[in-house]
């Protein structure tokens, strides 16, 4: 089997396939061009686009040509759900939201050298078919047997709500995505989530119908966790890849919470890591798993590849200094501020709150005479100094960056001031 194949195989990126043999002689033979949708029925990329993501960039790295392919057009009707008919945006949303995955694939792919990944909106072609057109050139490939007969299709039709025109279409317009491709691009391989699989079929049977050709799908998986459940919710929603609606901070920490059942895997399918590196890695999980050095090393890499290694190097610089012993100052506001967000905080005035007052609001002691005594006892830090003057008053030198004060009693009990000035 060719090397990368192999290789996404190990590290449990392929779910579905179609003829894996010819594939693999294809990828034998020299650079294949390949393509990936991803829809914008959101503001952002989230973690599970992640997976395919990765695959197209495995693929790139073995030498074959990506084209991420956004969908202008497809995002204006979004494919079906489970959960039901979706939401139709306005125009301008969805060109809005296309802009913003485009900005976010442009940073994981090479578009550089020979096999220099290409950007495709699919509203360049769809957007100038008529109806009649959809209907002659191409509906009339598709046989209402199969389209009615696909999982997703079948449970809507059986729910209460039924599905609409609209959203059973979408896989008309999926599949007329990789026809164009492949006249425009020789694109024979399409890629994306399992969920996926019957629109990607439906393309690659119209290919066969139309130009007599046959090209390749390949699905990766819809990641769970070891329990069976799906991987990536958190209370506040999805795990987005933009900074503005996650902080790199939160992200690195979704990561570090990996259960340690679940982390060798997800090493496997979200990073680059060598089998060697990956092997060692589960032998510290068998015998040290409180240093949690798998998870670190997960939530480090994957927040490097999404974010940047200087977004890394400030959360890990906050984290240090929040629980070690590393200098606050260094931190920027915003790291700062996302790194805190979730602990006990007040607001006080520079130049007027004492310690006494600031270790009270935050509860960090119940009343004035105990604050006192922890305070007096070198219990209390401020910005990781020990400060033991309970009427001191803390000023506006004493904000850090992100206009905030960071109140410690012992080593793990945080808290946060806000400034009022």
């Known amino acids: ?30 650079s294949v061009t390949f393509y990936c949708g991803f829809d914008p029925t959101g503001p952002s990329l989230h973690h599970g686009h992640l997976v395919p993501v990765i695959l197209m960039k495995h693929l790139q790295n073995a030498g074959h040509r990506p084209l991420a392919l956004v969908g202008g057009a497809t995002g204006l009707i979004g494919d079906p759900r489970a959960s039901g008919e979706r939401q139709l945006q306005s125009t301008q949303i969805v060109e809005q939201w296309a802009a913003s995955l485009r900005s976010q694939l442009e940073r994981f792919l090479d578009f550089g050298g020979p096999n220099a990944a290409v950007m495709v909106n699919n ?14 050139d191409v509906g009339k490939y598709f046989r209402m047997g199969t389209m009615l007969n696909k999982d997703i299709v079948a449970r809507r039709l059986k729910s209460d709500e039924g599905l609409s025109f609209t959203e059973f279409s979408y896989q008309i317009l999926q599949g007329y995505d990789f026809l164009e491709l492949f006249r425009r691009y020789g694109c024979t391989l399409e890629t994306g989530g399992n969920d996926q699989w019957g629109n990607l079929v439906g393309g690659m049977d119209l290919i066969h119908k139309v130009e007599g050709e046959s090209v390749h799908v390949l699905t990766t998986p819809i990641i769970t966790k070891s329990d069976g459940t799906k991987f990536g919710k958190t209370e506040g929603g999805a795990i987005w890849l933009s900074p503005e609606l996650m902080s790199p901070y939160a992200f690195y920490q979704f990561w570090l919470q990996t259960a340690d059942e679940d982390v060798i895997r997800l090493l496997k399918i979200y990073t680059f890591l060598s089998r060697e590196e990956i092997a060692g890695l589960e032998q510290q999980v068998m015998g040290e798993p409180h240093k949690r050095q798998a998870q670190k090393m997960l939530a480090s890499e994957v927040t490097r590849f999404v974010h940047g290694a200087d977004a890394l190097n400030q959360v890990l610089a906050a984290t240090d200094a929040l629980w070690g012993s590393g200098d606050l100052g260094q931190v920027d506001g915003q790291t700062l501020r996302s790194a805190v967000e979730q602990l006990p905080s007040a607001s006080f005035v520079p130049g007027k709150t004492t310690l006494l007052e600031a270790v009270v609001a935050l509860n960090l002691e119940k009343g004035n005479n105990a604050a006192r005594r922890t305070i007096v006892g070198n219990g209390i830090s401020v910005n990781n100094q020990k400060a033991n003057d309970p009427e001191a008053v803390l000023t506006v030198d004493d904000l850090l960056p992100g206009d905030l004060v960071i109140v410690k009693k012992g080593k793990k009990n945080l808290a946060a001031l806000y400034s009022q000035s």
């Open 1 to 30: 089997m060719n090397d990368v194949l192999e290789e996404l195989q190990w590290r449990g990126l392929i779910a579905q396939h179609t003829d894996l043999q010819a594939l693999s002689d294809a990828l034998d033979e020299g």
């Open 123 to 136: 509203l360049d072609w769809i957007g100038q078919m008529s109806a009649i057109e959809l209907l002659r």
